[in-house]
């Protein structure tokens, strides 16, 4: 950090540091699936409560808010979300989780455990800065659903409409590095399932049916052409069969095959193109196939693109380089992640501003070595992946002074340097 910007409020970093790293390994090793995270959300409230803020549980279901109105200024609502994934831990961390079949694999106790220490740092040096916070601990939001159950519990009526939204996902970055992209910065997504529809029969005399598992398996590869021929090279999408299930027995020719698909965008023509195309090649393979019955196409989840506004990326990430410094705040490009966070930003009457922005948990040098050796890809487990470790520190420090000095950007007097 550089002492001369050096915000008062994160002097008290170092003395709350272990506490810190104690929760995140205490919540790594209790994850919870999306709407089921109550022993998170218990402790959350409580340690937020202590800290001097008004808190509402069950907000959105399993959500918490926690509020600390301090005077006359903007209002700044900081999220971070708190669902873990249907994933089996494979790190061998002391601390790994002890849930057979569930894992934070995608940082949110990382996210959550920043949040509350940057909540910590601004409620002890409330006398520095005017306005008012809005902590947002988000459930649900690998399902695509946590905020707008939110917001549909009258997230705005209660709580007021911020004057800015601000977040951060950890990712496989070099630990202690921030990286913003301002514009459509996550994808959406869309994720259907689809049910393709034959006729069964013995595999001996595959004759007298309509094999699903063919069709399944022809739709799949031709699936593979939307990217590559209907999509311009400087536009992005992405198209990718997650799960494909038919058949109970070698020996039979099921009746029906299941395929579950994630298509990713950045623009609404993008993503007119890429359904429809989409929707027209499991149709034609079906008539292809000599199928009787036309394919049941049905949304599982949907997320929006994630738009960040120019101007709130300038002004957040100028706050955060001046601490950490400015050689450490990177733009990553689009990502083609998805994430709901925009949701807060968007779905008020009037549209607030968003920065939400990435920072970095993987070790420095191991990074540095897999990009050297060209193997960035294979070496560093990424978001989702059984092995994804992010360090402790200074993945904690760097969040925890992210969030608050992005506050700070925000709220009255909060640009005050020591």
């Known amino acids: 950090m550089t002492a001369e910007a050096t915000p008062s409020a994160l002097r008290g970093l170092d003395a709350i540091k272990d506490d810190l790293a104690g929760l995140y390994r205490d919540l790594h090793a209790h994850p919870e699936l999306s709407f089921e995270e109550h022993r998170t959300a218990a402790e959350l409230a409580r340690r937020a409560a202590s800290y001097g803020y008004e808190v509402t549980t069950g ?9 600390l109105d301090n005077g006359a200024g903007p209002t700044v609502l900081l999220r971070a979300d708190m669902d873990a994934l249907p994933v089996t831990e494979r790190t061998g961390l002391p601390y790994a ?14 996210h959550v455990t920043c949040l509350l220490g940057a909540l910590r740092l601004l409620a002890d040096a409330r006398a520095d800065w005017s306005g008012r916070i809005v902590a947002v601990f988000q459930p649900a939001e690998e399902a695509g659903q946590g905020a707008r159950e939110m917001v ?6 209660r709580f007021g409409t911020p ?16 990286g913003a992209h301002a514009g459509p910065a996550f994808a959406a997504t869309d994720a259907w399932r689809v049910r393709l529809f034959g006729k069964g029969g013995h595999a001996s005399r595959p004759e007298t049916s309509t ?6 398996a022809a739709t799949v590869m031709r699936l593979q052409t939307v990217v590559s021929r209907e999509i311009a090279g400087g536009e992005t999408a992405v ?7 038919a058949g109970t027995k070698h020996n039979i020719i099921p009746d029906e095959a299941e395929l579950q698909l994630n298509i990713r965008t950045y623009t609404p023509e993008v993503r007119a193109r890429v359904l429809a195309a989409v929707e027209r090649i499991v149709k034609g393979e079906a008539v292809a196939a000599g199928a009787e019955k036309e394919p049941e196409i049905t949304a599982i989840d949907t997320f929006p693109v994630v738009t960040n506004d120019a101007d709130a990326v300038g002004r ?18 689009q990502v083609t992640g998805s994430e709901d966070v925009g949701v807060f930003a968007t779905a008020a009457e009037r549209e607030v501003p968003l920065c939400y922005w990435l920072f970095g948990g993987a070790d420095p040098a191991e990074v540095a070595a897999a990009q050297r050796a060209g193997t960035f890809e294979r070496d560093i487990p990424s978001n989702h992946s059984p092995f994804f470790a992010p360090l402790v520190e200074p993945t904690i420090s760097t969040g925890v002074t992210a969030l608050t000095a992005g506050a700070l950007a925000w709220l009255d007097g ?3 340097s020591e």
């Open 59 to 67: 907000v959105g279901r399993t959500g918490v808010v926690a509020v």
């Open 97 to 110: 989780s002890g849930t057979d079949g569930v894992m934070h694999a995608c940082g949110h106790d990382m």
């Open 152 to 157: 549909d519990d009258r997230f705005y009526e």
């Open 163 to 178: 004057d800015v939204v601000l977040g951060q996902h950890v990712a496989p970055l070099p630990a202690g590095v921030i």
């Open 211 to 216: 094999d699903p598992v063919v069709m399944a």
């Open 239 to 245: 198209v990718t069969v997650g799960s494909m299930r």
């Open 316 to 333: 957040t990430m100028a706050a955060i380089g001046a601490v950490i410094g400015q050689e450490r705040v990177i733009d990553p490009g």
């Open 414 to 416: 909060g640009r005050t």
